[in-house]
Every structure is written in structure tokens, then in C-alpha cells.
């Protein structure tokens, strides 16, 4: 079906496709550096939802009639759009068309007969005159687990199927893919598979993004139209532009991404809630077993919106030290194992720890080097506090097998350290005072490897340097667009 003449506007910039990178397309660099400092997807006026047309009216076709179709289908109707569901389950696709919500949801019974009665919603088992009678296809099917915990993408195969198919005399269709699915699902399954069916080429003959539902059952309609983030993943612009519309009343900025980075962010938002549920739980049975309420607690710690509810913690990295974090998990826990209460999430975090050190060891282990230039000693960046620090456990596991270090840390000078510092650090590099240089050009000497465990002013310098020649082991993002290629490797990026 290939239409040489259909125009899907210029495609995302290559940027946007391989580096996950905020991208904001028809907006101005303003917006592009307010997305990716993270404060996109602020609300820029409160979006009050109400009957009647928004934007411009639509005609959209839903697939998947469950919790999240049906109210995607309803709230879309009630902005103003027209829709056909579709499902191959009968007695939804009845109950639709009788003007009857489907599925529980607080508010949807109301809004699927208001939209039946006014002929703007109407439901099918029929894919192609769904697609036939639309310009835009917005896919919910289930995405269930496999018996081991993978995931089942055969509806999502199978509804791409339909649509590739239906799509092949419709050039300049919309899909959209809101189910939820990991990275790599839409570029190695969807969109090949609408390809291979429509016959035409994804971004330039058809639409397509992938545009994660984050809505929660009970209160899926008040989170459709109060959403935390909009986030598409979409590879051309005409796309983005046509999914906006369907948004720009809910006054929250989408942040437009490459498709990878949109699937995974479904995943990170559910292991986050996850993480957080399981924490407070735990924490609260701590608490309990102490006798303080935990609910008081964890009020008090939701207060600080600087260091506890906020960004501070949440970049990914090099693992924890210091003279605090360690230890006081470590009484925490040991607190809890005597009075009976489990604690597998504190457990987690310090095993995760250990994990990530070893990471950054075998980083180093995998260039082959023997001589390493190694940058930073202290837990942090403008202290010389060397306890617990994981750059010292680094550096001990790289001596303890063999490896020889040039370390340079402009905030550790031997001299000056005492007491506790001065005792921790004897007995874990107790040969420190000859490691030790103070130019990042002397710690670079001879360096097979360099490995660089803090920021410094120096560092774009040497890396320049040294790019392409020796291998580089970054535990700190020294360079945010930067990925692992060639010589250069990051931790986690
Ligand atoms: N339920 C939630 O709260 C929620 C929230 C966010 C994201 N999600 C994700 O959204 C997706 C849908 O979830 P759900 O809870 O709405 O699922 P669901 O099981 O309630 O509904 C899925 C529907 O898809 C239909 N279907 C299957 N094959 C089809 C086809 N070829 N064509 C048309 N319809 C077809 C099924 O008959 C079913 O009615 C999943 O990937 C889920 O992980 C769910």
C-alpha cells in the first residue's frame, strides 16, 4: 500500500530515536529544556472535564474493550471525539451498544450511555470497519503473564495483525498502542507486524507511537483527566501532533520520547509504586514492632520534598556509602531481626549495593587492564569522609587482585586525614600515601584503564584525551548524552 504521496511530516529526530532523549518536536527549545530537567509534564492550566467537543473532533477506533479501552473509549467520546470499540467478546460488544459500561468503574456507566445515546460511541467485533470508518486506532488489549512470568503479547500480535491488514488500503492511519508492554515490543513485534501486513513502512505510510497508560481501576476516569505525566513514544511528528490534540485539555505538557524509553517507563512506574508499597510496609511493621506508629512516620517523611518525595536519590549510579547510609540500615535491620519482623526490602538495598560494586569491579575486570588511573576516593564529591565509601571498596578489590591504582581525589590529601577517616581507610588501602598523586595527569600515567568515580572540573579534559585510545569505566555520567560505545563504558547508561 505504499503512498509515496502520503505525508507523515518530517520523521523524530534521530536523537529522539536512539537516545531516549526528551524530545518536544513542534515546541520551542524552552519546553525542551524544561522536559529534560525533568519539570515537563506540569500542568499548565487545570484541565476541567466536561461533555463537549475539544480540539478537534476525531474519529478513533478503541481495541480492547476492558478496564482500560472502555474508559478510553468513554472519556474520548465524552471530549468531543467519535469512537468504535472493538472486541471479539460478544457480550461487550453488546453490552456497548445497549449503552452499559462493560466493566465496574466509578462514572463509567453514565458517560458510555451518554455517549451511545449521542451516537458517538458504538461497538464491534468487526476489526477493518473499525479501522475502515476511523483515522486513528488506539490498541488496550490484555497483555497478561505467561505461566514463567514473561509476557504474553499474543492479543497485541494478533490485534496488529487487523490493523496492519485493514491499514493496507488506508494510507495515513494512526496506531497507537497503549497496552502495556516491554522495550523492544513495538520495534521487534508491533510495528514489524503492521508492516509486514499493511505493506506499507511505520512513520512515513501509517502513524504509530506507543503511549503508556498509567490509570488506576476505581479511579481510572478522575486519573484520565488528572494525569501525572502524558508520555508518547512516537517515531513521526504527525503522530505526536494528532495523539495532543486528544490531550491538550488535560493541561499537562506530554514529554515525547522514542518508543523504547515510553515502554519502559510503563515498567519503571509500576516497579516504583511497587517498591514504595512494599517500603512502607515493611517500614510500618518496623515500627510496629517498636512501638511507634508507622503511619506518623511515614506522614512526617512524605513533609521533606527535598531530600525524601522528590528527585534527590533517584539517579542511577555508582552505589551508596558514607559514614551513615550503611551503618544505619545495617542497626535498622538488626534491630528488626530481634523483634521478629522481616525485613527484605532493607536486606534488598544493601545486597543491591554489593551488586552494584561488583558491577563497576567487573566493568574494570572486562578491559583487561592491570594498571588503572582511578579518579575519586571519597563517598562523595567535596568531602575527604573515605568511611564506608564505595570508591575504597572499589579500589581495596582492585588491589586485592592484583591490579595496580594511581588514585587522584582533589578533595583527599593523606596528610590532613585523622581519627576514624584515617583509621578506616588503614585498613582497607593501608598503602594509600603511595597511591596517591594530585594531577589527573599524573594519575594517567601509564593507565590502561581509567576509571572515574567522580565529577571534576578536569574530567571533560582527560577524556577527551583520552577517547578512543583507553578504556574508560564512567560510575557517574560525566557527560548526560553520553552512552557506552567503544572505549567509554558507564555503569548503568
Ligand atoms: N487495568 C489497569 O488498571 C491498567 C492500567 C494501565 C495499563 N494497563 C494495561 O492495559 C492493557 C489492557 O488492560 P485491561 O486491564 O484493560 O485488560 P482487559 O483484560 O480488561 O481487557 C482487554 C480486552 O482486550 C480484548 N481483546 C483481546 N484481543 C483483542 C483483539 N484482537 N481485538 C480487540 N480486542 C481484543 C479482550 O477481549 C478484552 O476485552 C494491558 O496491557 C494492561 O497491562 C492496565
Redesign the pocket.
Known amino acids: 500500500m505504499k503512498d509515496p504521496d502520503s505525508d507523515f511530516g518530517r520523521p523524530m529526530p534521530p536523537a529522539a530515536h536512539q537516545d531516549g532523549a526528551v524530545a518536544t518536536l513542534d515546541r520551542g527549545a524552552t519546553d525542551r529544556t524544561r522536559a529534560a530537567s525533568g519539570e515537563a509534564g506540569q500542568r499548565t492550566d487545570v484541565g476541567v472535564a466536561s461533555s463537549g467537543a475539544r480540539g478537534r473532533a476525531m474519529r478513533i477506533s478503541v ?7 472502555a474508559v478510553t473509549a468513554a472519556c474520548l467520546c465524552r471530549d468531543g471525539h467519535s469512537v468504535v470499540a ?4 460478544d457480550v ?1 460488544v453488546n453490552e456497548v451498544n445497549d449503552g452499559l459500561a462493560p ?1 465496574g468503574e466509578p462514572g463509567l456507566g453514565d458517560l458510555v450511555a451518554t455517549a451511545v445515546a449521542s451516537g458517538r460511541l458504538s461497538a464491534t467485533r468487526d ?1 477493518a470497519a473499525a479501522v475502515a470508518a476511523t483515522d486513528l486506532s488506539i490498541v ?4 497478561p503473564s505467561n505461566p514463567n512470568g514473561s509476557l504474553d503479547t499474543r ?1 497485541v500480535a ?2 496488529a495483525e ?1 490493523i496492519g491488514a485493514a491499514v493496507a488500503g488506508k494510507p495515513g492511519h494512526i496506531v497507537v498502542i ?3 508492554m516491554l522495550p523492544g515490543t513495538m520495534r521487534d513485534l508491533v510495528i514489524p507486524t503492521l508492516e509486514r501486513t499493511s505493506g506499507g513502512i511505520a512513520g512515513k505510510d501509517f502513524g504509530v507511537a506507543y503511549y503508556p ?5 476505581s479511579t481510572a476516569i478522575l486519573d484520565y483527566d488528572d494525569p501525572g505525566t502524558i508520555v508518547f513514544g512516537a517515531i513521526d511528528e504527525r503522530t505526536v501532533t494528532a495523539l495532543s490534540g486528544l490531550v491538550a485539555h488535560l493541561g499537562v505538557k506530554p514529554i515525547v520520547v522514542d518508543i523504547d524509553t515510553a515502554e519502559m517507563i510503563k515498567y519503571v512506574n509500576n516497579a516504583w509504586h511497587a517498591a514504595k508499597i512494599s517500603f512502607a510496609n515493611e517500614i510500618g511493621n518496623i515500627c510496629k514492632g517498636v512501638g511507634v506508629d508507622g503511619h506518623t512516620v511515614m506522614n512526617v517523611l512524605c513533609q521533606d520534598t527535598r531530600l525524601n518525595i522528590s528527585r534527590a536519590y533517584l539517579t542511577p549510579g555508582f552505589a551508596f556509602g558514607g559514614s551513615c547510609l550503611p551503618k544505619d540500615l545495617r542497626a535498622l535491620r538488626y534491630k528488626a531481626r530481634t523483634i521478629d519482623v522481616a525485613t527484605p526490602m532493607l536486606n534488598s538495598a544493601l545486597f543491591a549495593n554489593e551488586i552494584q560494586l561488583e558491577r563497576a569491579f567487573q566493568m574494570v575486570a572486562a578491559t583487561g587492564a592491570r594498571r588503572v588511573g582511578f579518579l575519586g576516593l571519597s563517598f562523595k564529591a567535596n568531602t575527604d569522609d573515605l568511611r564506608e565509601s564505595p570508591l575504597v571498596e572499589l579500589a581495596e578489590k582492585l588491589l586485592g587482585k592484583g591490579y595496580s591504582l594511581k588514585i587522584y581525589d582533589p578533595s583527599v590529601s593523606y596528610s590532613e586525614l585523622t581519627g576514624a577517616n584515617l583509621q578506616y581507610v588503614m585498613s582497607h588501602v593501608p598503602h594509600l600515601s603511595r597511591l596517591l598523586v594530585d594531577t589527573i595527569e599524573e594519575m594517567c600515567v601509564d593507565a590502561e584503564a581509567v576509571v572515574i568515580g567522580k565529577k571534576d572540573p578536569g574530567i571533560a579534559r582527560l577524556v577527551k584525551r583520552l577517547r578512543g585510545a583507553t578504556p574508560i569505566i564512567d560510575l557517574v555520567r560525566i557527560d548526560a548524552e553520553q552512552r557506552s560505545n567503544g572505549a567509554y563504558t558507564g555503569i548503568c547508561w
Do not use: H, Q, W
Open positions: 481495541f480492547g474493550i476492558g478496564y482500560v479501552g472493538v472486541d471479539p467478546n461487550k466493566i476489526a488496550c488489549v490484555g497483555t492479543y494478533r490485534v487487523e497503549r497496552s502495556t497508560e498509567f490509570l488506576r481501576e
